[in-house]
């Protein structure tokens, strides 16, 4: 596997456009990310994966600066997952003057959820994303499921600039207990890391009071955000949505493929989840 740091490295390493099934990651990889390398060499074409951690995409606030860089073994576990290069650029490399340029996604899907409580993350994501498919070129692109929002804006973003690109969600990797694999969990104490498990066991009771009593909605999400309040958690949202555009569902959805979502902090460290119902 090699690994390649210039955008004309990795251009003179491709056999051309449309060569390739592709995986943005920002590094500090775990399970999650290796089977969506799996999923995307089952196209029987190269895989690349990108590793660029991207500062459009955190608030000042956010976990930039200590977001783990951890090339070596990213490059490692690569290897063992049968990627075939890596685009790992430096800053300088992909934003060698400031990104002015950018991609604004649909408000009615990147305000909400997510974009309310990060603004300017999908913008962010999405420029990013954009740059990285115009040096990649890929056939294919794999994105996780756990991003439930961000696999939906980088879908109309394709298909609203009619790239050649079809994406593919992968399903989310979960720990035997039910914790959803994110690069954050690296944060979390031993202790947080059992308490972690609360996120999804709440978002699966909310699924299911949601089934059994459509018409209760807005209190059964109450209900559940005072579940995780009590056990010390500071909810951002807990939300049953339709899978189609993620606005709320009326009483003639009550039927349709819905997603719960939830992020919520614990600690220092802010978790999200989803699960289709
Ligand atoms: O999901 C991520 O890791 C990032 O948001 C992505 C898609 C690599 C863009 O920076």
Not at 239 to 264: E, F, N
Request: aromatic share 8%.
């Amino acid at each position: 596997m090699k690994i390649l740091h210039t955008i004309g490295e990795l251009r003179t390493a491709l056999p051309g456009p449309q060569s390739c099934a592709f995986v943005p990651t920002m590094g500090n990889l775990h399970e999650g990310h290796l089977a969506l390398v799996r999923q995307a060499k089952q196209h029987g074409l190269p895989v690349v994966a990108s590793i660029f951690v991207n500062r459009l995409q955190f608030a000042p606030h956010e976990d930039f600066d200590r977001y783990p860089r951890t090339l070596a073994r990213d490059a490692e576990l690569l290897t063992g997952a049968g990627c075939d290069l890596v685009f790992a650029p430096d800053e300088r490399e992909m934003y060698p003057q400031p990104q002015a340029f950018k991609v604004v996604p649909d408000p009615a899907l990147a305000d909400i959820l997510e974009g309310h409580f990060r603004p300017g993350f999908f913008t962010g994501v999405s420029t990013v994303v954009m740059k990285l498919f115009t040096i990649v070129q890929p056939k294919i692109a794999v994105f996780g499921k756990k991003d439930y929002q961000q696999l939906m804006v980088i879908r109309r973003m394709v298909e609203q600039f009619a790239l050649p690109i079809t994406i593919e969600g992968g399903e989310t990797r979960r720990s035997d207990q039910g914790l959803a694999l994110s690069s954050r969990n690296g944060y979390l104490s031993p202790a947080e890391l059992t308490e972690a498990l609360a996120l999804s066991q709440t978002l699966k009771r909310l699924a299911e009071g949601y089934r059994a009593q459509p018409e209760a909605l807005e209190t059964l999400e109450a209900q559940a955000r005072e579940a995780l309040v009590a056990r010390g958690w500071q909810p951002d949202y807990l939300t049953v949505r339709r899978r189609g555009d993620l606005q709320t569902p009326t009483t003639a959805d009550a039927s349709a493929p819905l997603v719960v979502l939830g992020a919520a902090r614990l600690g220092s460290t802010r978790l999200i989840d989803n699960l289709e119902f």
